[in-house]
């Protein structure tokens, strides 16, 4: 079988945010889409940077392994966008016991072509989904694509008992409106496997990546929820996913 590689972005030895406990994150490259909040807009080009295989991955991952417990999180970037390593290193991973968590928008599903899915699954503990807006004609503004199969990502990681965070950003005058949030509560309602609903107040402190790509940053002048905003609208999606 030819050797698998990875395109990698960076990596991450004490990562506090991405899954359970402190974890050792992998900055895969690459991302088709284009969301206007985008932190890591140095993550979206196909082919940049190094390429590592999965046991170079788990070897640098053995070397810190004492700090980073919680187990190995891929991000990016899309990680599905390099489907075939993902699963490579996470087999691997669970064959040496680690916790593995996928970070990922779901954009790359195709409910009528699973067969990558249904082999990657298999190694994975847990997915963070990053839902970015439940309106189409807004996911599309916001991101340059439908959220068409992202939201079918959703079901079949449902459908499959496949544990979830879901991960939601707020941003003022984008993914803020009071019905979408509403809706997107109905919609996870209906999900069987949330273990966790991360609401998250848009930031700014990516500017200087845009400046230094020369990337127009469209969102500028929008300012940072309040955490009192960012409450509510966690308040509005938990009260539609009780109802």
């Known amino acids: 079988m030819p050797q698998v590689y990875g395109n990698i972005h960076s990596i991450e030895t004490m990562g506090t945010v991405d899954g359970p ?76 016991g680690i916790h593995t968590a996928l970070d990922t928008s779901g954009i790359y599903f195709d409910k009528n072509n699973t067969r990558k899915f249904d082999e990657l699954i298999k190694y994975t503990s847990l997915v963070l989904l990053d839902i970015k807006e439940i309106d189409p004609d807004k996911h599309k503004k916001l991101t340059g694509h439908s959220n068409q199969n992202i939201l079918d990502f959703a079901r079949y990681l449902s459908e499959n008992s496949i544990p979830v965070w879901i991960r939601y950003v707020v941003v003022p005058n984008l993914t803020d409106d009071k019905n979408d949030l509403m809706r997107l509560g109905k919609f996870l ?34 300012k940072t929820p309040s955490k009192e905003e960012t409450i509510e609208a966690r308040n509005i999606i938990l009260s539609n996913m009780k109802a």
Request: charge should be positive.
């Open 189 to 222: 309602s209906t999900l069987k496997n949330i273990k966790a609903l991360d609401v998250i107040p848009y930031h700014d402190m990516a500017i200087p990546k845009y400046k230094e790509l020369q990337i127009e940053y469209k969102i500028k002048d929008t």
């Open 21 to 96: 406990g402190v974890r050792f994150v992998v900055f895969t490259q690459g991302c088709p889409m284009r969301c206007l909040y985008c932190h890591n807009p140095d993550t979206w080009n196909m082919h940049e940077n190094k390429k590592m295989t999965p046991d170079e991955i788990l070897l640098k991952y053995d070397g810190v392994k004492e700090f980073t417990k919680g187990g190995i999180t891929v991000t990016g970037g899309e990680p599905l966008h390099q489907a075939d390593f993902v699963i490579e290193l996470f087999k691997k991973a669970r064959s040496k």
